[in-house]
DNA sequence: CGTCCACAGGAATGACGGGCGG
DNA sequence: CCGCCCGTCATTCCTGTGGACG
C-alpha cells in the first residue's frame, strides 16, 4: 500500500502507457524519439507509468543489445542543479564527488561519458517543475541540445509535472524542444480508483477483510477530492490500521471516514507547527480567545494581545503591519478566517476567526517548546 | 450627507543570510 | 576565500475606504 510500490499492472493507464511506449518506440530502431512533456495532477499516475515504461524499455533493450539507457531523477528528491546531474551520471556508472566540482563540470562529465559509451538515453526527470521553479531552465536547456553535438548516441528527456503553469518558466526554445509531444494524465473516475483499489487490496489484505462499501467508500472520497489514487491508497491503508489496531475483523465504512479525519489531522498538525513563531503567537492568541467562547476578534484586540503574548514569550513583538500580513497569509492557508467588516464610526477592521479545530490547535501548542509553558497543564487523560 | 474611525494593504527601503562566480 | 548579488523577512511611510454617527 505504499506510495513507491510499482504494481505490475497500472488499471486504465493502458492509453498512456501505449502512447509513452510508442514516443520511445523507435529508441529500439537507434532512431531519434521525441522528447516529451507528461503532465496531471498529483496521483493521475504519471510516475507509476513512467517508470513502468523505463522498465518495460530496458528489459526490451537488453534482448535487442541492450544501448538503451534510462534514468529516472526525482528532482524534488535530488534538490539542486548538481544533484540532478551526478545523479544522471551514475546512471551511466560514472561517480563523481558529491561536492567540489562545478555543475558545468559535471555536465560536460556526463555528455563525453554518453559519447564514449554510445548510449542512447532516456531521462525521466521528475517534478521537473521544481528544479525549474528553484533553479530555471538553464539545466534543461543543456541537455536538450546535447544531441546537437552528438554523432553517437541520443538523448531523449521526458519532463513530467503536476503543474502545467510552469511552462511560463521555460524559455520559449527549451519549451518547444521538450514538448514535442505531450501525455495528459486525466484524474482517475471513482470506478477506476476503485479497480485500483481492489488490485492493491488483493496484495495487501485478507480475502473477506474489506467490506465492498468500505472500498467504495475510499474510491468516492477520493474521486471528489482530484481523483487522487495516492489519496485512495493512502485512505485504504490507514483505514486497514485502524481496522487491526481495534482487532475489527473487517474494515468498515466508519474505519475510512476515521481514516479521512486522521488523515485532515495530521495534514492539519503538519501545517501549523511548521509554522513560523510569530504566526503561531497570532494563532496563540485566536486560541487563548476562542477556548472561552470570545469569536471573531477585531485586528487591534488581537495585536494588543499578540505584544502581550510576546511579553510572556521573552521576544520582541513585530509591528501591526507585519502581523497584518501574517495574518493574511494564515488565511490563505485556511487556518484563520479574516474578513474585512466596516464598523462605520468605529473604523474598518477584520473580523478574525478559526477555522481549524481547536483540539488540534491546543494539540500543537502543548508540543511546542516555546509555547507549552504558557497553557495550563493538560488535564490528566488516559493515553490514547 | 459629510465626517472620521481604525484599520487595510501598496511601495520603498533596510537587515540578514546563503549561494555563486571569480 | 572573498566580495557580490539575490531572496526573504521586517519596518517605515503612506494612501485608501465602508459605513455608523452626528
Redesign the pocket.
Known amino acids: 500500500m505504499s506510495h513507491d510500490f510499482l504494481p505490475s499492472q497500472l488499471p486504465h493507464r493502458e492509453e498512456e502507457i501505449l502512447k509513452l511506449g510508442s514516443i520511445l518506440a523507435p529508441s529500439l530502431r537507434r532512431m531519434k524519439c521525441s522528447n516529451a512533456f507528461i503532465y496531471g495532477k498529483t496521483g493521475t499516475g504519471k510516475t507509476a507509468v513512467s517508470k513502468y515504461v523505463l522498465s518495460r524499455l530496458s528489459r526490451k533493450s537488453e534482448e535487442v543489445g541492450g544501448w538503451i539507457k534510462t534514468c529516472y531523477v526525482n528532482c524534488r528528491v535530488a534538490g ?3 544533484r540532478v546531474t551526478a545523479s544522471l551520471c551514475s546512471f551511466l556508472g560514472l561517480n563523481v564527488p558529491f561536492t567540489g566540482l ?2 558545468a563540470e559535471v555536465l560536460d562529465r556526463f555528455i563525453s561519458q554518453i559519447k564514449k559509451a554510445k548510449a542512447y538515453l532516456i531521462i525521466v526527470l521528475d517534478e521537473i517543475d521544481v528544479l525549474v521553479k528553484g ?1 530555471g531552465d538553464r539545466l534543461l536547456y543543456e541537455l536538450t541540445r546535447i544531441n546537437e553535438n552528438l554523432e553517437a548516441g541520443r538523448v531523449t528527456i521526458l519532463g513530467v509535472s503536476n503543474d502545467l503553469h510552469f511552462k511560463e518558466f521555460l524559455d520559449p526554445r527549451v519549451l518547444s524542444s521538450l514538448s514535442e509531444e505531450e501525455v495528459v494524465f486525466k484524474p482517475y473516475t471513482a470506478g477506476q480508483l476503485k479497480d485500483i483499489l481492489l488490485q492493491r487490496a488483493k496484495l495487501a489484505f485478507k480475502p473477506g477483510a474489506l467490506t465492498d462499501s468500505a472500498l467504495n467508500l475510499c474510491a468516492a472520497l477520493a474521486a471528489s477530492e482530484h481523483g487522487d489514487a495516492r489519496r485512495a491508497l493512502d485512505l485504504l491503508r490507514v483505514a486497514g490500521e485502524l481496522a487491526e489496531r481495534e482487532n475489527a475483523e473487517r474494515v468498515e465504512d466508519y474505519h475510512v471516514r476515521e481514516a479521512q479525519k486522521r488523515i485532515e489531522h495530521d495534514r492539519i498538525l503538519e501545517a501549523l507547527s511548521s509554522l ?1 513563531l ?1 504566526s503561531k503567537a497570532i494563532l496563540y492568541v485566536l486560541y487563548t480567545a476562542e477556548k472561552v467562547g470570545e469569536k471573531g476578534l ?4 488581537l ?1 494588543e494581545r499578540y505584544l502581550s503574548a510576546c511579553g510572556r514569550l521573552g521576544v ?13 497569509e494564515l488565511d490563505m492557508l485556511g487556518v484563520v478566517d ?1 474578513q ?11 473580523r478574525i476567526r478559526m477555522k481549524v479545530p481547536l483540539k488540534i490547535v491546543e494539540k500543537v501548542f502543548l508540543e511546542d517548546p516555546y509555547f507549552c509553558s504558557l497553557l495550563p497543564p493538560p488535564k490528566h487523560k488516559s493515553p490514547s
Open positions: 539542486t542543479e548538481y562545478s555543475t533553479y513560523p510569530h477585531t485586528t487591534g484586540v495585536y520582541e513583538g513585530l509591528t501591526s503591519r507585519r502581523v497584518g500580513g501574517l495574518l493574511s479574516a474585512v467588516v466596516s464598523l462605520g464610526r468605529h473604523g474598518r477592521t477584520k
